[in-house]
């Protein structure tokens, strides 16, 4: 299928910026923010009943996080640890905010957005330590969100790598959302040639997040960045979305077949047309808004069927 045309007017004003690879880590984390906060629309933002800045244990001290808690709804329902995308070097709450809020309506659950520590100010495993160690302490006070014992992990991207470690590493996770996730750093796959340039997320780039992030190549098979090598028999069911035109592509639907084989319950689309990053591209593109849509939707049927277990 070719390109979203809808997407084109906002490829070509990334395009005529400069590169993140071209960038600071700093400026990176500006141009992202502009991006993803400044430019969005406000009204196209989920209402939620309540957003509260607070924190959770990271694996070096507090980190900032941020409750979400929906409208309309009386009694227990799910917890959600959402962690941010941005290549383990850009992205924070804010960048996140409409992600967030969008699972936190469409799921009916309290989500609880976490800002751990970047590269190259902290390099690996700083991320995936912070996560694992952010998600065990919202486990342990679950009665202080969502009050179900249901507690599942989302992602996108570096974000979605994040949560498929965590749910690597926490028992108890009873559900898990990798959007576009990142799995394999030295898999081989015909995405990262197909759409190596063009489509916002370029091979370039992809090379300078992994080297602000990892000081060695002897890190990148550790399961803690590559959660594809990580043991995955008895992983919590898994909603995977991957787009087309996107470098991650293939390594996200290898993973999800990977928790297939492993006996693990998975639901996993690519969006055709769309690219890497159409979770913030709703207001700029039906077709992205309706894959946002059916991807939460999925997820809220998995938190569904784990709270009816419960």
């Known amino acids: 299928m070719p390109l979203d045309p809808d997407l084109q007017p906002l490829l070509g004003l990334i395009e005529a910026g400069t590169p993140l690879h071209g960038l600071t880590p700093a400026e990176a984390r500006d141009s992202f923010r502009k991006l993803t906060v400044d430019f969005r629309p406000p009204d196209s933002m989920a209402e939620v009943a309540s957003v509260q800045d607070s924190t959770v244990a990271g694996a070096d001290g507090p980190l900032p996080a941020r409750v979400y808690r929906p409208l ?3 009694g227990a329902v799910p917890t959600v640890v959402l962690l941010h995308g941005g290549g383990f070097v850009i992205g924070d709450l804010d960048t996140h905010d409409a992600m967030a809020r969008a699972i936190c309506a469409g799921t009916s659950s309290v989500v609880v957005a976490v800002d751990y ?18 998600v065990r302490d919202v486990q342990s006070r679950l009665s202080e969100y969502g009050a179900s014992p249901v507690l599942a992990v989302a992602g996108d991207s570096a974000g979605g790598n994040l949560s498929a470690v965590a749910a690597q590493q926490v028992p108890g996770v009873a559900a898990q959302l990798l959007v576009y996730p990142a799995t394999d750093v030295l898999g081989t796959y015909a995405s990262r040639e197909e759409n190596a340039s063009g489509y916002f997320l370029d091979q370039p780039t992809l090379i300078w997040f992994i080297g602000h992030y990892a000081d060695t190549a002897a890190d990148l098979d550790d399961p803690l960045i590559s959660p594809i090598h ?23 639907i290898a993973y999800a077949d990977a928790l297939a084989a492993a006996g693990v319950e998975v639901h996993q689309t690519t969006y055709p047309g769309l690219i890497h990053g159409f979770f913030d591209m709703g ?15 999925r997820f809220g049927d998995l938190l569904a069927k784990a709270s009816a277990q419960a």
């Open 117 to 134: 520590r970047l590269a190259p100010e902290a390099k690996f495993p700083a991320a995936a330590e912070d996560a694992i160690a952010a």
């Open 283 to 297: 207001p700029w593109s039906p077709a992205c808004q309706r894959a946002i849509d059916e991807t939460i939707a």
């Open 230 to 252: 990580g043991a995955l028999e008895g992983q919590p069911p898994a909603v995977v979305v991957t787009a087309e035109f996107d470098p991650l592509r293939d390594e996200g």
């Open 72 to 74: 309309g709804v009386d």
